[in-house]
């Protein structure tokens, strides 16, 4: 193999490499910028080749010191959890950085090459295991309190119902002991999507289409909002196959999740449904192969969730609308963590929420 080709195979590797490499000569300028820097940094190779590095990172002191400690000491040095990348069109990025000195044949120093790794998607999997955590405990304390609350209840609606038989065909007080009936059954119903959530049925695993399952509930979403001005909008990837999953409890999660999309739209709007095979990031079980995941994205340009409420959302009985259990989202998460899969909700005021679901594309 000639010295041109060596060259050719070193620059396939820095281009096809999912880190971030920055090369940095003895003057501090940059002199590689490959692919995967770009999309870290939301830079092109013309606006970085050449720059120096302190005006490249400027207002980013970790990075700073990182490579001027290493240009100084000739020792390489990381940093693999406490930086956020500054970008200029995009919120900070987690990342783990390493800087080593780059040495010539001859044992001089000449520079610095930066390896960076985004971390957002592994940030983006311990939330979901801590959120996953958190619904375990609150899901057995909340069956523990309806159990108790159940038996009560039961005397409670047939009290109600005999005193209803008792009183007189004309009597006023029928449409109290109607109304107590009607509110024991509510409650039996938040009861029952308690236990369900605490100790929900193991998934009945077939393949399932999940182009199908979304195209009906968007039809049915379109009659159920008639009276509105929405629009609602498919994209789906048609090569995806059927894939592995309980399509009764899919259905259900889907449904609710697009049923809160719409529910979002005040009077005049849009909700996106789409999916798409993930490139960047595969299931990994011990003893197995990996396998990619397929994302589903429900967008909508309604109001949008304050940025306080993001972490309450998934909470048993949190809830920002004006009637509601605040039993669907956290619903939702067990669906998806029975799936081994990831939910997770982006959202901006007034702009509105994409909400992503990750499954493991197992046939």
């Given at each position: 193999m000639t010295a041109t080709e060596d060259k050719q195979i070193y620059a396939r590797v820095v281009d096809n490499i999912d880190r971030a490499v920055v090369a940095i000569d003895r003057l501090g300028s940059i002199a590689l910028f490959n692919p995967a820097a770009q999309d870290c940094t939301g830079l092109s190779e013309r606006q970085a080749v050449g720059r120096h590095f302190e005006k490249l990172f400027a207002g980013q002191e970790k990075i700073l010191a990182l490579i001027r400690s290493t240009m100084e000491i000739g020792r390489s040095i990381s940093d693999d959890e406490n930086v956020q990348l500054l970008r200029p069109s995009a919120p900070p990025l987690p990342v783990s950085i390493s800087a080593s000195p780059i040495y010539t044949d001859s044992g001089e120093r000449e520079g610095v090459v930066l390896i960076i790794r985004d971390l957002s998607r592994l940030r983006e999997l311990e939330e979901a295991v801590r959120r996953a955590d958190r619904l375990s405990m609150l899901g057995t304390l909340a069956a523990g309190l309806a159990h108790e609350i159940k038996n009560p209840l039961g005397g409670i609606k047939g009290a109600a119902q005999l005193l209803a038989m008792e009183l007189g065909a004309e009597s006023p007080l029928h449409e109290y002991t109607g109304v107590m009936v009607k509110e024991v059954e509510r409650v039996n119903g938040i009861i029952e999507e308690l236990m369900d959530l605490a100790r929900p049925r193991p998934p009945q695993l077939q393949e399932v289409n999940i182009a199908k399952v979304l195209g009906d509930i968007v039809l049915f979403q379109k009659e159920a909002h008639r009276g509105k001005k929405l629009e609602f909008v498919l994209s789906l990837d048609p090569s995806i196959?059927?894939?592995?999953?309980?399509?009764?409890?899919?259905?259900?999660?889907?449904?609710?999740?697009?049923?809160?999309?719409?529910?979002?739209?005040?009077?005049?709007g849009r909700v996106e449904v789409g999916s798409k095979v993930a490139s960047d990031y595969h299931l990994q079980n011990p003893g197995r192969r990996p396998v990619p995941l397929i994302v589903i994205e429900i967008h909508d340009n309604?109001?949008?969730?304050?940025?306080?409420?993001?972490?309450?959302?998934?909470?048993?009985?949190?809830?920002t609308k004006n009637r509601g259990s605040g039993l669907g989202l956290a619903t939702c998460q067990k669906i998806v963590a029975s799936h081994q899969g990831f939910l997770r909700v982006d959202s901006t005021m007034g702009k509105g929420t994409t909400v992503s679901v990750s499954l493991p594309f197992i046939r």
């Open positions: 196959p059927p894939i592995l999953g309980d399509e009764n409890l899919l259905t259900r999660l889907f449904l609710n999740l697009i049923k809160n999309a719409a529910e979002a739209i005040d009077k005049e309604g109001r949008g969730i304050p940025a306080e409420d993001l972490e309450k959302i998934f909470t048993p009985f949190y809830t």
